[in-house]
């Protein structure tokens, strides 16, 4: 069985350059999830999809970042413009939505913004 | 939702079991208690989930103590490939907003020859 899917790995911009990163994730899994995780830290949530809707996006910073999941499969998560600050690993998991704790992660993609 | 507290690093040797602790005093009574392991540049990787007493898979055990206010995360014999950063969560097992799904900063857990 395929694990969840991401791409790029690796992204290297200009601070004001947009970016965006793709995932998706295992079939059948309706919950996705994308995180960010700065070095030495945990992985913070910034948005929660069941199927395509977005139940959960507190801690997405909405002025610049934005997500999408139109058809309830794979997802986009975009950041225009980038600043120095959003260097870090974006992950995206998936999970069935009855069992939010059992998430499977994908590999994650490591940005940096100069 | 409950926070935890865990060490921020644990040293060990290749074939003894290892206890990671993790205290989460103001637990609910609906929630759950769960780990992930994450290596280096990989996704964390889920390992164990338990609500109280003793839960046992193929990698690890995860001990829970009748008040629920810590639990312990045991790996039997562990090798070099186990050195990872550990974490502990505790929350509802079918809800979550933010707080929910927080990592914190883990356990370095450090195994050497």
């Known amino acids: 069985e395929a694990g969840v899917v991401q791409s790029p790995r690796y992204k290297i911009i200009e601070k004001k350059q947009p970016v965006a990163f793709w995932c998706n994730p295992i079939?059948?899994?309706?919950?996705l999830y994308w995180y960010r995780q700065n070095l030495g830290q945990g992985p913070e949530l910034l948005i929660r999809?069941?199927?395509?809707?977005?139940?959960?996006d507190s801690q997405l910073p909405k002025d610049r970042f934005s997500a999408e999941r139109l058809k309830g499969v794979d997802s986009t998560l975009k950041i225009q413009p980038a600043e120095l600050g959003d260097s870090a690993v974006y992950l995206c998991?998936?999970?069935?939505?009855?069992?939010?704790?059992?998430?499977?992660f994908g590999p994650g993609t490591r940005l940096t913004v100069t | 939702l409950a926070k935890t507290t865990q060490p921020i690093s644990m040293d060990s040797y290749e074939g003894q079991e290892v206890n990671i602790t993790c205290s989460h005093n103001?637990?609910?009574?609906?929630?759950?208690i769960t780990w992930y392991q994450q290596f280096p540049s990989q996704g964390p990787r889920f390992i164990i989930q338990?609500?109280?007493t003793k839960v046992t898979n193929e990698v690890a055990s995860l001990f829970i103590p009748a008040d629920r206010k810590s639990s312990t995360l045991s790996l039997p014999r562990v090798s070099l490939s186990d050195t990872a950063v550990y974490y502990c969560?505790?929350?509802?097992?079918?809800?979550?907003?933010?707080?929910?799904?927080?990592f914190g900063k883990g356990t370095h857990l450090i195994i050497q020859p």
């Open positions: 969560l505790v929350g509802p097992y079918y809800f979550g907003g933010a707080d929910g799904l927080t």
């Open positions: 103001n637990i609910a009574t609906n929630d759950y």
């Open positions: 079939s059948g899994h309706n919950t």
């Open positions: 998991a998936s999970s069935f939505s009855d069992r939010i704790y059992e998430q499977y």
């Open positions: 999809y069941e199927n395509e809707e977005a139940v959960d």
């Open positions: 338990g609500y109280k």
